[in-house]
């Protein structure tokens, strides 16, 4: 409740960058940030699926967000990063990892600030952008992390982690 | 057959010799058969001689006088005169046997003696033992009757002994005795039976038995002593017919042959005086023929020969020849002589002329040369110097490519250590970029990291504002890092960049320094070998250059020759002069030679020798020297 109420006053929110669009997540759905890794492939899992890392003992999904966004897949650079984010589905709370090209910092903005999201030839889905922050003439559209995978994909995620815990 | 004037009298020499030699012969050959005639009669006496003193020795010898040797030698002695004889040779076996009856007979005179001794010594011992006994009164008794006769037939045992040995004695002198030895002998012996008988069957029976043994024994002994004198009588007479029969023969054949002879040396002697006779026949007509043929290759007086040669020896050829009609042989020889001396005289003074002429001419051309060969020693000279600055110039490139050649090489490693220092640097340069990759790394983690804390204080909410901040501040301080890492990166990679253009430009280079290298060791080579190939010219220039001074030398030389050839034909001239001839018209001028001076000599004589082969165009026997007055003043005279 009480993030509730920062969030309509200033919100900081983390913003990435995926294939030179600027995006922005809120800080409460992001746990950590961490360098790109080696990442262990899980056999069967769908292509956005990377693989899994091992953090601090939990086994954490990787997701290929360029991939769930429809984009191509491209070379990992220094830059690369894993936003560590904590999703919610069916009230529980589920750790994935998303692999982003750049993490550049974390803002703070006012809900006035928040535009409404576009909706005319957006290459993405337009239901899991909240809003767009205007940042020296720059679009950073704010993902709402929870819209982008739907329940059965965080299933399915969930149960090759699962595979994955048990192997281990 | 042409013979020469020696040869001519040789040849009469030689007939005179040969006629000589053939008297020689004939009296050598004459001389030797008379010899011979004398050497034959001597030795015909000389052998008769030689048989006679055969015979005296075979007389001596049958008179025992000499032994056997002598004839022997005189044997030898007619041998060797040539006489084989075959009765010298039985005269020789008839000797020898003579000889050996001798020896016999001496053996059985010994014999005989021996007999006679050994007769007479029993009767000796007996006579004396029974005249011991006698002698002694007390034996005298016992001797007997018989004893005492036997005393008296020992006793004329004794005296037969002995008178035979006499007649032995005596039978030696003379063989005719020979029958008293034999009755007394005959007497002994009847005598020597009867005392046997007589005294049969008494112990002194072996006296008159020994006695006639040894008797016997003398008998037959001087039988044969007797039969072998004979013998050797005969033999001697034998011998003397023999020696009688082979001096005959000696003379017969001495005077055979000296008949022979003598007709021989009568037959030679004819002959040879008809052969003399002949030999002088012909030798008389072939000297003659000699005679005549030496007068006509004298074909005069030799005094008068003589006179003319004397007179051309001492230089008149104007000789009056006598008899020049009739000109034979030597004279002949003469007359033609005198003629062709004037001729050859005149030919001399001409070829004088013309040898004065053109050793002058010989004179201004070696001048000539020796000039054009200075003019070219002093080009050649200076062809030369060009030649050796052109060698020190090339030798100086050839220095200056070897410089060249080291400094780029120097240059190559160089630049090879260049590219080697750039890729140092690049290296560096990557290990500079690699540290700065740290450290944007470690920036970028630092970023993460305030990042992480931003959201860990964005999500505390009011109570990580302070965190935030210093979240804030990290990310500025970690941005700045990156920043300059960043700038550092660039500047790095520029820097890198840079060091690889250089690296690439100084490769780029080196193939061309390389080339460089090539270029310049080539040049240095040809350099090189333009300098052997300057070095080579120089030379021959330099051989030029002598050569050319030896021209100079020699022209000089020439022209000195030439001066001298010029004194020569003058004193030709004046040797010639010696020869007076009988002038034709025929002025004699002494062409005086001039000095060679250069040039207008040069000219002076050339326009002289278009007149004079102008004027005359023959051998130059007509020597018309009278008309040359103008041409002499053209001369100088020195």
């Known amino acids: 409740m009480t993030k509730a109420k920062n969030q309509n006053k200033v919100n900081s929110y983390l913003s990435f960058k995926i294939d030179n669009e600027e995006f922005a997540i809120h800080v409460e759905s992001v746990l950590n940030i961490l360098e790109m890794t080696r990442i262990t492939e899980v056999p069967k899992a769908p292509t956005y699926m990377k693989g899994v890392i091992n953090l601090r003992g939990t086994v ?23 936003i560590v984010m904590e999703v919610f589905i069916d009230k529980q709370k589920i750790l994935l990892g998303s692999l982003v090209d750049e993490v550049i910092s974390v803002i703070e903005f006012d809900d006035k600030d928040i535009l409404p999201p576009p909706s005319i030839g957006n290459k993405f889905k337009s239901e899991f952008i909240t809003g767009v922050i205007v940042d020296n003439e720059k679009f950073i559209m704010i993902l709402d992390i929870n819209k982008i995978y739907s329940g059965d994909e965080l299933s399915i995620l969930k149960e090759n982690t699962q595979e994955v815990t048990e192997t281990e | 057959m042409k013979l020469k004037f020696n040869q001519k009298l040789n040849l009469m020499n030689l007939s005179q010799v040969i006629s000589l030699i053939f008297f020689v012969v004939f009296f050598v050959v004459l001389s030797k058969a008379m010899f011979e005639v004398q050497e034959n009669t001597s030795m015909s006496f000389d052998e008769i001689a030689s048989i006679g ?20 030698d005189e044997y030898k002695n007619i041998v060797s005169f040539g006489i084989d004889n075959n009765e010298l040779m039985d005269v020789i076996s008839y000797v020898d046997k003579a000889a050996q009856l001798k020896t016999n007979n001496l053996k059985i005179e010994k014999d005989i003696f021996d007999l006679i001794q050994q007769s007479i010594e029993p009767s000796n011992q007996y006579i004396f033992n029974i005249s011991k006994k006698l002698a002694d009164e007390n034996l005298r008794d016992d001797v007997s009757t018989l004893e005492r006769t036997i005393i008296g037939s020992a006793t004329q045992n004794i005296i037969t002994n002995y008178e035979i040995k006499t007649l032995f004695l005596g039978l030696k002198e003379d063989i005719d005795t020979q029958d008293k030895i034999h009755s007394t002998l005959k007497d002994a012996i009847e005598n020597a039976v009867m005392a046997k008988k007589s005294l049969a069957g008494t112990p002194f029976v072996t006296l008159p038995e020994a006695a006639l043994k040894s008797l016997t024994s003398m008998q037959t002994l001087s039988n044969t002593y007797i039969s072998n004198t004979e013998s050797i ?79 051309i020896a001492s230089g008149n050829l104007n000789v009056n020849f006598k008899d020049s009609n009739k000109k034979l042989g030597a004279y002949k020889s003469m007359y033609n002589m005198s003629e062709k001396l004037k001729e050859i005289v005149h030919n001399i003074i001409n070829g004088a002329d013309n040898i004065a002429a053109a050793s002058q001419q ?95 204080a964005a999500r ?4 990580g504002k302070g965190f935030a901040v210093v979240a804030a501040e990290v990310r500025k301080l970690a941005e700045k890092s990156a920043n300059s890492a960043q700038d550092i990166e660039n500047i790095v990679g520029n820097l890198k960049d840079t060091s690889d253009q250089a690296g690439v430009k100084l490769n780029s280079v080196i193939p061309k320094i390389k080339n460089n290298v090539q270029l310049i060791q080539e040049i240095a080579a040809a350099s090189f070998e333009q300098n052997s190939g300057a070095t080579q010219v120089n030379s021959a220039i ?18 000195t ?33 001039a000095k060679p001076t250069k040039k207008e000599t040069l000219k002076t004589f050339e ?27 053209e001369f100088q005279s020195f």
């Open chain 2, 542 to 559: 330099q051989q030029l250059n002598h050569v050319t001074q030896q021209n100079a030398a020699a022209s000089e030389e020439m022209a």
């Open chain 2, 460 to 463: 505390a909410g009011e109570h």
């Open chain 1, 60 to 82: 954490l999904p990787i997701v290929d967000t360029r991939l769930k966004f429809g984009l191509k897949e491209i070379q990992y650079t220094e830059k690369t990063c894993i």
């Open chain 2, 362 to 456: 010989m004179s201004s051309t070696s001048q000539q040369i020796s000039q054009g060969a200075n003019e070219q020693a002093s080009s050649v000279e200076e062809v030369s110097s060009s030649m050796e600055e052109m060698t020190a110039n090339i030798q100086q490139n050839t220095d200056n490519a070897q410089k060249a050649d080291k400094s780029t090489q120097d240059t190559e490693t160089g630049i090879v250590d260049s590219v080697g220092a750039a890729e140092e640097a690049i290296q560096h340069t990557n290990m500079i970029s690699d540290k700065i990759n740290i450290i944007s790394e470690i920036s970028f983690q630092t970023n993460i990291l305030a990042l992480n804390a931003a959201v860990e």
């Open chain 2, 561 to 593: 020759s030439s001066e001298e050839l010029a004194s020569q034909a003058d004193q030709l001239r004046q040797t010639i002069a010696f020869f007076k001839i009988n002038t034709k018209a025929k002025k004699k001028t002494r062409l005086q030679i």
């Open chain 2, 53 to 72: 003193q055969m015979t005296e020795y075979i007389e001596d010898f049958m008179d025992d006088k000499i032994g056997i040797q002598e004839i022997k």
């Open chain 2, 233 to 311: 009588i005969n033999t001697g007479n034998l011998i003397r017919d023999n020696l009688n029969k082979l001096e005959q023969d000696i003379s017969e054949s001495g005077s055979t042959k000296l008949l022979e002879t003598s007709t021989a040396i009568k037959e030679k002697l004819v002959l040879f005086i008809i052969l003399i006779a002949i030999i002088t026949c012909i030798i008389g007509a072939f000297n003659f023929v000699l005679t005549k043929k030496i007068s006509q290759q004298i074909g005069g007086e030799p005094e008068e020969i003589a006179e003319i040669a004397e007179n």
């Open chain 2, 607 to 633: 326009s002289h020798k278009k007149q004079e082969t102008s004027e005359k165009q023959n051998k130059g026997f007509d020597l018309v020297l009278t008309d040359k007055g103008k041409l002499d003043d």
